[in-house]
Structure formats: structure tokens, C-alpha cells
């Protein structure tokens, strides 16, 4: 069974930084993506940021330039870095782990970490 725990939300101004963790414990085998999901009030849930077991990292237009998200593999975590926050950028910060191994593929999901932009 894979577990997610995330830390690093809190609050931070506009324009203020902050950097979410995520350590992914269990067994973790063949391709997977790591990365963050985020929901705001009255919206769904969107992809913010991922990076794969191959490196390969993609990122929602929206934090483009502000966010950067890297992983370290031999530890099983990733992280975000948020610089240059909006107010937009207040939202539920969900870690994910999509795995592709033996024929089967699953999701996996942190509990959710608030980070509020204000003033």
C-alpha cells in the first residue's frame, strides 16, 4: 500500500514563496508520474505540475516561470517550489502518484494541503 504525506502549505503574500513536499512511501514500481493536483473553491481539480520516472515535467500555463517541481528519486519525494504566488494560487494542494506496472494502473493521493495567497 502506498501512503503520501505532504507538507509545506501555509500562508505566504502575493509575490511570497512557498515550497510543498511530498514523501511517497511503499512499493513503487515501473513508470510512474509524480506531481501536484490543486482545487480551488468552486472549481475542479487540475493538474499543477508532474514530473515522470523518466524526468519528463509538465506544467499547468498558469504557473509557468513561477513554479518549478523536482523529484528526488532514490527518496521517493517530490517537491514545488512556488515563487511569485497570486491569489489565485489559494487553492488545495493534492500530491499524486500515477504508477503503470504489471498490467495495471493505479492513483494515488495525499490528503490535501492548504496554501493561501493574501494579503
Known amino acids: 500500500q502506498v501512503q503520501l504525506v505532504e507538507s509545506g502549505g501555509g500562508l505566504a503574500q502575493p509575490g511570497g514563496s512557498l515550497r510543498l513536499s511530498c514523501a511517497a512511501s511503499g512499493s513503487i514500481f515501473g513508470i510512474n508520474f509524480m506531481g501536484w493536483y490543486r482545487q480551488a473553491p468552486g472549481k475542479e481539480r487540475e493538474l499543477v505540475a508532474r514530473v515522470s520516472s523518466f524526468g519528463n515535467t509538465q506544467y499547468a500555463d498558469s504557473v509557468k516561470g513561477r513554479f518549478t517541481i523536482s523529484r528526488a528519486n532514490a527518496k521517493n519525494t517530490v517537491y514545488l517550489q512556488m515563487n511569485s504566488l497570486k491569489h489565485e494560487d489559494t487553492a488545495v494542494y493534492y500530491c499524486?502518484?500515477?504508477?503503470?506496472?504489471?498490467?495495471?494502473?493505479?492513483?494515488?493521493w495525499g490528503q490535501g494541503t492548504q496554501v493561501n495567497v493574501s494579503s
Open positions: 499524486n502518484l500515477y504508477t503503470i506496472f504489471g498490467g495495471t494502473s493505479n492513483n494515488y
